[in-house]
């Protein structure tokens, strides 16, 4: 705790842990609200149509996976040096 308390300094812990407890209840709401909306969504649809969202949801994350960039740009790059030490003579 501060020795000297003024109007910057905020208020005490417990205020501040009451704060970040109600930010994170209002989190897990807002959370659970969110999942209930996908669930229903995916209730109203044909049993075609959430195989086909299955299949869609997989696909997209083969997709977007991070690939090695183009060979040229790797071979010709500037590398950082090894931080093996060089002999002296």
């Not at 960039?69 to 003579?89: A, D, E, G, I, M």
Request: glycine residues 4%; positive net charge; aromatic residues 6%.
């Amino acid at each position: 705790m501060p020795l000297m308390m003024n109007c910057r300094t905020g208020g005490s812990a417990s205020n501040q842990s009451a704060a970040e407890a109600r930010a994170s209840e209002q989190n897990k709401e807002e959370s659970a609200k969110y999942h209930d909306a996908i669930k229903a969504h995916d209730k109203d649809q044909t049993r075609e149509t959430r195989k086909r969202m299955r299949e869609l949801k997989k696909k997209s994350g083969k997709t977007h996976v991070e690939h090695k960039q183009f060979f040229l740009w790797r071979w010709l790059s500037r590398k950082p040096k090894s931080c093996v030490p060089q002999p002296t003579n």
